[in-house]
């Protein structure tokens, strides 16, 4: 497909006796921070990496809107619901945006959809879990959508322009949605003990998948030393992990809740929290498919494109009827 792309003129072709000085352009114009955009010449497996990229993060903004979902019609009052939905209809527009930016790299949005669909595309791993109290909505703005900011910020300065500009107005929302669940664990910590048990619960489900979420160990991958070069990737997983246990950690005091880790220790010489270790069997179950809500996750998205037919094909039909008569009266 992406061979296809080149031969469609969406890039420019070079020959393969150019392609090395195209190439070492292309990376000069990286290192001088300059951005990348659609119409540039690219190699062609800087635009699959971004592909596969972008429009992972955009199942993840769709996939990651069935957990809470689930909540909508049961939060504890009118003013939680009306922000939780103002939340969620967000991640919509998050997913929304990312599926955008995929579309300017010559990928179409039902190819993306179809590979979501067929089990070819992966979405976030942390949306496999389930919620099983109100609780688990406080811990998921608190702890999903803080890891996504830690995520996320970097990438506002990333190579690809369309990419990098999505992720400005994204971070934004985003910090709106680590305030909300960091306020509902709040109000559960002042609570009743009943209710800081709940917050408490919810966080020791939470936490380890969340460290999870920013991926393996990558000291050692060659994928991610290129998409570092290709300035797609800004801070090595390992970082980001650490910047997230060293920002959460205190929160998590502050509510008077513990880390479910008891090798947790604040390191004086390092200036960092030193952390047990994770349990990637589990990382990669869930990557594999064995996550406890995989197969309901696929489901829900699956008869959510097919229920939703129907508004495709009248969208298609009203398009093509003001487009007859635009051409009538021209
Ligand atoms: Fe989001
Ligand atoms: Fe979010």
Known sequence: MYA????????KVRSADDMDEAEAAFQARIDAGVRIEPRDWMPV???KTLVRQISQHAHSEIVGMLPEGNWLTRAPSLKRKAILLAKVQDEAGHGLYLYSAAETLGVSRDQMVEDLHAGRAKYSSIFNYPTLTWADIGAIGWLVDGAAIINQIPLCRCSYGPYARAMVRVCKEESFHQRQGYDIMLTLCRGSAQQKQLAQDALN??????LMMFGPSDAESV??????????KLHTNDELRQRMVDQTVPQADFLGLKVPDAQLRWNEESGHYEFGKIDWDEFYRVLKGEGPCNRERMAARVSAWEDGAWVREALNEHARKHE???ARLA
């Open 223 to 232: 994928n991610s030393a290129q998409s570092m070069r290709w300035g797609i």
């Open 4 to 11: 296809q792309l080149v031969d469609t003129g969406l890039a």
């Open 45 to 47: 497996p800087y635009r």
């Open 324 to 326: 007859a008569d635009s």
């Open 205 to 210: 489900r939470w936490w380890w998948p969340c």
